[in-house]
T-cell receptor, first 110, second 116 residues
């Protein structure tokens, strides 16, 4: 069973702080890694993809991948109340199928 | 605008009444997929399609059918819906399986289905 594990939260951070979201996966052959943001009742929105070890930055978002530890994380700098959402980690092996974690709920308090 | 569309967005139906949820993408993507999302269970894949006339089962295919006659469309069919199929359904698409950004999946707005 290919598993993607996330802490369900809620993770509460004050406005302006760094939010750190973590994800572990069980399939050592995984090759593609994604973070989606999902507001309540809305569809998942892709915010970051990462394919190789290390950091990838895009604006306030940084994705970090460590394949040896089977760990991927998302950092959100200068968190805003509008960042309050559920963040889904998705992991793929090859081809197309993605396995999704159940998500971490983030609450950014003013 | 590049997008995945689904119709209807909301549907209330009765047990046993056949229904179809449509999905269409205008990005010339090869891959399309259907997911359902339930509280506590996360996103689970129902069926997927690698290309026209090529479909395969995901993790929870029971009670569902799909077809892929055109590249842009991937309808989800519930021939005899039951209350346990009450869920939020998402269609998604991605470019291809040749590596790099082509695995990125883009989601439609969702269809909230209630079966009574």
């Amino acid at each position: 069973q290919k598993e993607v594990e996330q802490n369900s939260g809620p993770l509460s951070v004050p406005e302006g702080a760094i939010a750190s979201l973590n994800c572990t996966y069980s399939d050592r052959g995984s090759q593609s890694f994604f973070w989606y943001r999902q507001y309540s009742g809305k569809s998942p929105e892709l915010i970051m993809s990462i394919y190789s070890n290390g950091d990838k930055e895009d604006g306030r978002f940084t994705a970090q991948l460590n394949k040896a530890s089977q760990y991927v994380s998302l950092l959100i700098r200068d968190s805003q109340p509008s960042d309050s959402a559920t963040y889904l980690c998705a992991v793929g092996r090859s081809g197309y199928a993605l396995n999704f974690g159940k998500g971490t709920s983030l609450l950014v308090t003013p | 605008e590049a997008q995945v569309t689904q119709n209807p967005r909301y549907l209330i139906t009765v047990t046993g009444k056949k229904l179809t949820v449509t999905c269409s993408q205008n990005m010339n993507h090869e891959y399309m997929s259907w997911y359902r999302q339930d509280p506590g269970l996360g996103l689970r894949q129902i069926y997927y399609s690698m290309n026209v006339e090529v479909t395969d089962k995901g993790d929870v295919p029971e009670g569902y059918k799909v077809s892929r006659k055109e590249k842009r469309n991937f309808p989800l069919i519930l021939e005899s819906p039951s209350p346990n199929q009450t869920s939020l359904y998402f269609c998604a698409s991605s470019l291809s399986g040749t590596g790099g950004g082509s695995y990125e999946q883009y989601f439609g707005p969702g269809t909230r289905l209630t079966v009574t």
